[in-house]
């Protein structure tokens, strides 16, 4: 479980094809704290660490995880988002964010308003149903607030400068896909009323 408070950012070192899948070494801040076994997420993605040497960390993506996240458009000096899985005694301040991709999402604009960025990001149409005004979403493992929902495939968010500066989303332009999931609750509740009927 993650809460969508990214602590860091780490650089990608290597991406190597392996079985429909791949191995991906990052380079960690905080490597030193982790253990074989630990759950980190990465953009958003739920992954565990297989290897660690200094601050080389390396994990195994699954084919699925190639499928249904961005993790596979990553190539060595890739800035991706950092977060470890959350302590039993830490504060929760985000939202309940697995590290389970959905899907992925594009960034559709970027526009600088004040010290803050206007973002909006395109996301498929069929995962807008969870979604609701001022209701939480992690994108690339962020978790934001929708300002506005626009048509019915496109979300806006207000990012403040210590998120624009302390995750890859500086780094965003029009096109950039990002990893998107959506409020798990929404998704158990769906479940819920569908067993009703």
């Known amino acids: 479980m993650f809460t969508g408070l990214v602590e860091c950012t780490g650089t990608v070192v290597s991406l190597t094809p392996v079985a429909g899948g791949a191995r991906c070494a990052i380079e960690i801040p905080f490597a030193s704290e982790l253990a074989l076994g630990d759950s980190v997420a990465i953009n958003g993605c739920c992954l565990t660490v297989d290897r660690i040497e200094g601050k080389r960390v390396e994990f195994d993506l699954l084919t699925q995880t190639m499928r249904v996240t961005s993790l ?16 039993g005694a830490g504060r929760f301040g985000g939202h309940f964010v697995m590290g389970h991709v959905d899907t992925t999402g594009e960034v559709v604009s970027i526009e600088p308003v004040g010290q803050d960025h206007m973002v909006r990001v395109r996301i498929p149409r069929e995962s ?13 493992g962020v978790s934001l607030t929708i300002a506005n929902i626009i048509g019915d495939d496109t979300l806006e968010f207000w990012i403040t400068p210590h998120t624009w500066q302390r995750t890859v989303m500086h ?3 029009p096109g950039t896909v990002v990893d998107v999931e959506v409020d798990m609750i929404a998704k158990y509740v769906e479940k819920m009323f569908a067993a009703r009927g």
Request: proline share 3%.
């Open 128 to 140: 807008m149903k969870y979604t609701i005004d001022k209701g939480s979403i992690a994108i690339d």
């Open 72 to 87: 596979g458009q990553l190539k060595p000096g890739s800035i991706c988002n950092l977060e470890r899985a959350m302590g």
């Open 171 to 173: 780094g965003y332009a």
